[in-house]
Every structure is written in C-alpha cells, then in structure tokens.
Nanobody, 122 residues
Framework: QVQLVESGGGVVQAGGSLRLSCAAS????????MGWFRQAPGKEREFVAA????????YYADSVKGRFTISRDNAKNTVYLQMNSLRSEDTAVYYCAAGWMATTAMSQYNYWGQGTQVTVSS
C-alpha cells in the first residue's frame, strides 16, 4: 500500500510561485507514474501534470503548460510541482496520485494523497 503526503501549499499573490512536494512511502516509488490533480470549489477534479517512471516523460494540462513543471526524485521518493506565474484560477486543492499508467485519467491512479490547499490572491 502506497501512502502519499503533499506539502507546500499556501497563499500567494498572483504572479507568484509555489512548489508542492509529495512524499511517497510503502511501495516501489520508482515504478509508478506520479500525477498532480486539482479541485476548485464547485468544480470537478482535473488533471494538472504527470511524470512517468521510466524516462521521466512529462504531461501537462493546457492550462498550466509553460507555467508548471513536474519533476521527481526517485532517491527521495518525492515528486514536485513547481508552479510559476500563478493566477487566481489556479486556486484549488492539489492532490498527488500514483498509478501504473502515464495518463490524464483519474480512474487510472490507484493511490491518492489528502491534498494541499493553494490560494492565489489577486
């Protein structure tokens, strides 16, 4: 069983930056695709970014391309989401997830963290 714990959320002004971290334990971290999703109030959870385990290939939602960067450190069992040029519409609870496939589909991720709040003030 894999446990995921996110950290790094907070309040930031529009145009600012935050880095989220997700620490994994209880599984073979390097074998999983790691993803970030987010859910804004009143909206469905949506895909943000993912990184696969083999070649570190990355995937991004169009809304964050060029602003967010996902990376992983297999030695530390940690995945990161660097968020730059933040906008008010980026305000959401951000969730880390682990799965076997590199995909944007939530249903393909088997393990989820508890989420961390990101609030962007304008």
């Amino acid at each position: 069983q894999v446990q995921l714990v996110e950290s790094g959320g907070g309040v930031v002004q529009a145009g600012g930056s935050l880095r989220l971290s997700c620490a994994a334990s209880g599984g073979t971290f390097s074998m999983y695709t790691m993803g970030w999703f987010r859910q804004a109030p009143g909206k469905e959870r949506e895909f943000v970014a993912a990184i696969n385990w083999s070649f570190g290939r990355t995937y991004y939602a169009d809304s964050v391309k060029g602003r967010f960067t996902i990376s992983r450190d297999n030695a530390k069992n940690t995945v990161y989401l660097q968020m730059n040029s933040l906008r008010s519409e980026d305000t959401a609870v951000y969730y880390c997830a682990a799965g076997w496939m590199a995909t944007t589909a939530m249903s393909q991720y088997n393990y989820w963290g508890q989420g961390t709040q990101v609030t962007v003030s304008s």
